[in-house]
């Protein structure tokens, strides 16, 4: 189906370890996203990418590595996991933030680090 | 820092009520857009809301922007317990669209 895909949605490792949670889109959107969320809370900007080969840091990108070297594939990478980067990892894409295009989302990957 | 604030932060009502919730940012938006989460999923795009425009319905819902408060609003009308649900509101800045707490609704059958 088309869409946007996470994997793995879920995924326990251990603190040092690294850590890539893969996205995937159809679209061939020119914008990708990656969000955490904390448990109770909103969603916080990690990395966003305008094209493939361009990405750019959002509100909180300390402890992570994004690469784009395909349209479709905007991976995430955790260096060295640590038990704050808990969380539930968002990816999703849009055509243009900034003429308004709808940003799709997956459903997300959940990652614990122990 | 986030750019916007979603307020109140917890709403709970009963069935056929109105619920506003309320979002206000910090810096001069392109765009604010509102979407819903639902627990444990993504979140799904309900309505957009441009920088030059004052107000938009779509269905049960109506969205009001006041770039000189610089803050926005959600109305549902008429809800419903399939109602239940975070609600957040994205402004969009450049390339980016940053997101406030949310606000949880919860509406009662």
């Known amino acids: 189906d088309a869409g946007i895909t996470q994997s793995p949605r879920y995924k326990i490792t251990e603190t040092g370890r690294q850590v890539t949670l893969m996205c995937h889109q159809t679209?061939?959107?020119?914008?990708m996203f990656w969000y955490r969320q904390d448990l109770g809370h909103g969603l916080r900007l990690i990395y966003y990418?305008?094209?493939?080969?361009?990405?750019d840091k959002g509100e909180v990108p300390d402890g992570y590595v994004v690469s784009r070297s395909k349209t479709e594939n905007f991976p995430l990478t955790l260096e060295s996991a640590t038990r704050s980067q808990t969380s539930v990892y968002f990816c999703?894409?849009?055509?243009?933030?900034?003429?308004?295009?709808?940003?799709?989302f997956g459903e997300g990957s959940w990652l614990t680090v122990v | 820092s986030q750019q916007g604030e979603e307020d109140p932060q917890a709403l709970s009502i009963q069935e056929g009520e109105n619920a506003t919730m309320n979002c206000s940012y910090k810096?001069?938006?392109?765009?604010l857009q509102w979407y819903r989460q639902n627990s444990g999923r993504g979140l799904v795009h309900l309505i957009l809301?441009?920088?030059?425009?004052r107000e938009k319905h779509s269905g049960r819902l109506r969205v009001t922007l006041d770039t000189s408060k610089k803050s926005s609003s959600l109305l549902i009308t008429a809800s419903r317990a399939a109602d239940t649900a975070s609600y957040f509101c994205?402004?969009?800045?450049?390339?980016?669209?940053?997101f406030g707490e949310g606000t949880q609704l919860t509406v009662n059958p």
């Open positions: 999703a894409s849009s055509e243009s933030i900034y003429s308004g295009n709808t940003i799709y």
């Open positions: 679209w061939s959107h020119s914008y």
């Open positions: 990418s305008a094209a493939a080969d361009i990405t």
């Open positions: 810096t001069s938006i392109n765009n």
């Open positions: 809301i441009r920088s030059n425009e």
């Open positions: 994205g402004c969009a800045v450049g390339s980016r669209l940053t």
